[in-house]
Every structure is written in structure tokens, then in C-alpha cells.
């Protein structure tokens, strides 16, 4: 009974992919074109996720910035609409490119 219920949650978290719960939510990793280098810090992307999610309460969980890109997290629920709103998205000029991430 112990292996089928091992079994059991590696096909549910294989099943996720990407997706973290923490806190009662299910989180989706984004890979964001930007990093340090590109004056990146974590209230920028926050402010970002806000300026393209205009009126909604995103839940945002963690948050890498690297020197030439970074990671962060939504909600799940949101995640086709964060893929949808930030597809014109600009910072400084150029062009923001978002996309779920690969698994750590």
C-alpha cells in the first residue's frame, strides 16, 4: 500500500510540472527576459505583474532575479492571462518576453 501511495504522489506532482503549493495556492513559474542588467528588481516585476493585471488581486509567490533574466510566480488560475497580457509588454523600451519555465 506504501508504494501505490508513493506512486500516487509522484504522478500527481510529475502532473504539475511546474506548479508549487504554498500558502493555499497553486503557483506557476514564468521565465522573464530580464534581469539585473536590465534594472530588474523584485518590485519591478511586481510592478509589472500589476500593470498588466489591471483590477485583479494576483497572489505572486517567489521571486529570482538574475543578472540576464528572471523567474517568478502567479497564481495558477492566471496563468494563460499573464501569458495573454504580457505579450505587447514594454520596460524602458523594450520588448518584455514571458513564458512558463522548465522544471528546477
Known amino acids: 500500500m506504501i ?13 504539475r510540472g511546474n506548479r508549487k503549493e504554498r500558502g493555499g495556492f497553486e503557483y506557476s513559474r514564468f521565465f522573464f527576459n530580464m534581469g539585473k542588467k536590465n534594472g ?3 518590485r519591478t ?5 500589476n500593470q498588466q493585471m489591471p483590477g485583479k488581486n494576483v497572489e505572486i509567490g517567489n521571486i529570482e532575479v538574475l543578472k540576464g533574466f528572471s523567474f517568478f510566480e502567479v497564481d495558477k488560475k492566471y496563468e494563460k492571462e499573464m501569458l495573454k497580457n504580457f ?11 514571458i513564458d512558463i519555465a522548465n522544471k528546477k
Open 3 to 15: 508504494a501505490e501511495e508513493k506512486k500516487g504522489n509522484r504522478d500527481r506532482d510529475k502532473n
Open 45 to 49: 516585476i511586481i510592478d509589472l505583474i
Open 87 to 97: 505579450k505587447n509588454a514594454k520596460f524602458k523600451g523594450q520588448r518584455i518576453g
Open 40 to 42: 530588474i528588481k523584485k
